[in-house]
Protein backbone atom coordinates (compact mmCIF):
# COMPACT_ATOMS: atom_id res chain seq x y z
CA UNK A 1 0.00 0.00 0.00
CA UNK A 2 2.02 3.24 -1.35
CA UNK A 3 -0.18 5.63 -2.39
CA UNK A 4 0.01 8.49 0.19
CA UNK A 5 -1.01 12.17 -0.86
CA UNK A 6 -0.06 14.96 1.30
CA UNK A 7 -2.27 17.93 1.08
CA UNK A 8 -1.72 20.81 3.16
CA UNK A 9 0.50 19.09 5.94
CA UNK A 10 -1.80 16.36 6.50
CA UNK A 11 -0.64 13.16 5.00
CA UNK A 12 -3.80 10.63 3.53
CA UNK A 13 -3.59 7.13 2.69
CA UNK A 14 -5.61 6.36 -0.54
CA UNK A 15 -6.51 2.55 -0.41
CA UNK A 16 -7.92 1.84 -3.63
CA UNK A 17 -10.35 -1.14 -3.75
CA UNK A 18 -11.09 -2.90 -6.94
CA UNK A 19 -13.57 -5.43 -7.31
CA UNK A 20 -13.85 -8.01 -10.52
CA UNK A 21 -17.47 -8.02 -11.31
CA UNK A 22 -17.91 -10.82 -14.12
CA UNK A 23 -20.71 -10.04 -16.15
CA UNK A 24 -22.89 -12.82 -18.25
CA UNK A 25 -23.24 -10.95 -20.84
CA UNK A 26 -24.60 -12.53 -24.30
CA UNK A 27 -25.00 -10.83 -27.89
CA UNK A 28 -26.91 -11.36 -31.29
CA UNK A 29 -26.98 -9.14 -34.47
CA UNK A 30 -29.56 -8.91 -36.68
CA UNK A 31 -29.28 -7.83 -40.85
CA UNK A 32 -32.32 -5.60 -41.93
CA UNK A 33 -33.58 -5.48 -45.23
CA UNK A 34 -36.15 -4.21 -47.47
CA UNK A 35 -37.66 -5.23 -50.56
CA UNK A 36 -39.17 -1.87 -52.82
CA UNK A 37 -42.21 -3.17 -55.04
CA UNK A 38 -42.74 -1.28 -58.68
CA UNK A 39 -45.61 0.78 -57.60
CA UNK A 40 -49.18 -0.49 -59.09
CA UNK A 41 -50.35 1.84 -61.87
CA UNK A 42 -53.33 2.26 -64.27
CA UNK A 43 -53.85 4.18 -67.63
CA UNK A 44 -56.61 5.00 -69.52
CA UNK A 45 -56.60 3.41 -73.28
CA UNK A 46 -60.07 3.97 -74.43
CA UNK A 47 -62.94 6.05 -73.54
CA UNK A 48 -66.90 4.56 -72.76
CA UNK A 49 -68.93 5.22 -75.35
CA UNK A 50 -72.30 3.34 -75.20
CA UNK A 51 -73.02 4.13 -79.05
CA UNK A 52 -75.93 5.14 -80.71
CA UNK A 53 -79.35 4.90 -79.09
CA UNK A 54 -82.88 5.90 -79.72
CA UNK A 55 -85.08 6.73 -76.55
CA UNK A 56 -89.06 6.53 -76.22
CA UNK A 57 -91.35 7.36 -74.50
CA UNK A 58 -90.73 4.93 -71.84
CA UNK A 59 -87.84 4.69 -69.99
CA UNK A 60 -85.36 1.85 -70.44
CA UNK A 61 -81.20 1.27 -70.20
CA UNK A 62 -78.27 0.16 -72.22
CA UNK A 63 -76.10 -2.26 -70.27
CA UNK A 64 -73.15 -2.22 -71.75
CA UNK A 65 -71.08 -5.05 -70.07
CA UNK A 66 -67.08 -5.17 -69.69
CA UNK A 67 -67.49 -7.85 -72.70
CA UNK A 68 -68.21 -5.53 -74.80
CA UNK A 69 -71.89 -6.17 -74.98
CA UNK A 70 -74.98 -3.68 -75.31
CA UNK A 71 -78.32 -4.49 -74.11
CA UNK A 72 -81.19 -2.91 -74.07
CA UNK A 73 -84.11 -2.73 -71.66
CA UNK A 74 -87.61 -0.86 -71.75
CA UNK A 75 -88.13 1.05 -74.57
CA UNK A 76 -84.18 2.04 -75.59
CA UNK A 77 -83.80 0.82 -78.97
CA UNK A 78 -79.87 0.00 -80.20
CA UNK A 79 -78.77 1.87 -83.34
CA UNK A 80 -76.08 -0.46 -85.12
CA UNK A 81 -72.98 1.00 -84.23
CA UNK A 82 -69.68 0.58 -82.33
CA UNK A 83 -69.78 1.25 -78.49
CA UNK A 84 -66.59 0.44 -76.25
CA UNK A 85 -66.34 -0.20 -72.47
CA UNK A 86 -63.65 1.96 -70.99
CA UNK A 87 -60.68 0.08 -71.50
CA UNK A 88 -57.85 0.46 -68.97
CA UNK A 89 -53.97 -0.99 -68.44
CA UNK A 90 -53.20 -2.03 -64.99
CA UNK A 91 -49.39 -2.73 -64.42
CA UNK A 92 -47.58 -3.15 -60.91
CA UNK A 93 -45.05 -5.98 -59.14
CA UNK A 94 -45.30 -9.96 -60.59
CA UNK A 95 -47.60 -12.15 -58.48
CA UNK A 96 -48.88 -9.42 -56.21
CA UNK A 97 -53.04 -9.01 -55.79
CA UNK A 98 -54.87 -6.28 -56.79
CA UNK A 99 -58.27 -4.84 -55.85
CA UNK A 100 -60.22 -2.27 -58.25
CA UNK A 101 -62.83 0.13 -56.94
CA UNK A 102 -64.96 1.73 -59.41
CA UNK A 103 -67.47 4.64 -59.26
CA UNK A 104 -71.03 4.06 -57.43
CA UNK A 105 -72.24 6.65 -60.30
CA UNK A 106 -71.28 9.65 -63.23
CA UNK A 107 -73.17 11.38 -65.06
CA UNK A 108 -73.15 12.99 -68.38
CA UNK A 109 -74.53 16.35 -69.78
CA UNK A 110 -75.59 17.46 -73.49
CA UNK A 111 -76.39 20.85 -74.71
CA UNK A 112 -79.31 22.57 -72.95
CA UNK A 113 -77.68 21.24 -69.70
CA UNK A 114 -79.68 17.70 -69.90
CA UNK A 115 -78.49 15.23 -67.92
CA UNK A 116 -77.99 11.42 -67.91
CA UNK A 117 -76.95 8.68 -65.39
CA UNK A 118 -74.34 6.06 -66.02
CA UNK A 119 -74.37 3.45 -62.58
CA UNK A 120 -74.14 -0.40 -61.98
CA UNK A 121 -69.88 -0.12 -63.29
CA UNK A 122 -68.37 -3.56 -63.78
CA UNK A 123 -64.87 -4.94 -64.63
CA UNK A 124 -63.55 -7.72 -66.79
CA UNK A 125 -61.43 -9.11 -64.84
CA UNK A 126 -62.85 -8.88 -61.71
CA UNK A 127 -62.57 -6.35 -59.11
CA UNK A 128 -59.97 -8.72 -57.69
CA UNK A 129 -56.84 -10.52 -58.98
CA UNK A 130 -53.38 -11.00 -59.48
CA UNK A 131 -50.66 -9.38 -60.90
CA UNK A 132 -48.50 -11.63 -63.61
CA UNK A 133 -47.84 -8.97 -66.52
CA UNK A 134 -49.09 -5.80 -67.11
CA UNK A 135 -53.07 -6.75 -68.36
CA UNK A 136 -56.50 -4.46 -69.95
CA UNK A 137 -58.97 -3.89 -67.93
CA UNK A 138 -62.76 -3.53 -69.37
CA UNK A 139 -65.31 -1.09 -67.27
CA UNK A 140 -68.73 -1.07 -68.73
CA UNK A 141 -71.62 0.18 -66.85
CA UNK A 142 -75.40 0.85 -67.28
CA UNK A 143 -76.68 4.25 -68.75
CA UNK A 144 -80.12 5.07 -67.33
CA UNK A 145 -82.62 6.79 -70.37
CA UNK A 146 -85.51 8.65 -69.31
CA UNK A 147 -88.55 8.68 -71.14
CA UNK A 148 -88.47 11.46 -73.57
CA UNK A 149 -85.26 11.57 -73.18
CA UNK A 150 -83.99 14.84 -75.29
CA UNK A 151 -81.61 14.28 -78.77
CA UNK A 152 -78.18 15.20 -77.79
CA UNK A 153 -73.88 14.08 -77.73
CA UNK A 154 -73.36 13.29 -74.33
CA UNK A 155 -70.15 13.19 -72.31
CA UNK A 156 -69.15 13.19 -68.85
CA UNK A 157 -67.77 16.86 -67.50
CA UNK A 158 -65.32 14.93 -65.81
CA UNK A 159 -63.79 11.80 -66.22
CA UNK A 160 -64.77 8.83 -63.78
CA UNK A 161 -62.14 7.27 -61.58
CA UNK A 162 -61.21 3.61 -61.40
CA UNK A 163 -59.05 3.31 -58.73
CA UNK A 164 -56.30 0.45 -58.41
CA UNK A 165 -55.00 -0.56 -55.18
CA UNK A 166 -52.11 -3.79 -54.14
CA UNK A 167 -54.01 -5.77 -51.27
Do not use: C, W
Not at 132 to 152: K, R, Y
Amino acid sequence: MKPILTISGITYLIILLTTSISSAQVVADANVSANIVTQVSISRIVDMNFGEIKGTTIAGTVVLTPAETRIATGGVQLVPGKAETATFTIDGQGSYTYSVTLPSYTMATAAGNTHIIVDNFKSLPAETGSLSDPLTLNVGATLNVAPDQPTGHYTSATPFDVIINYN
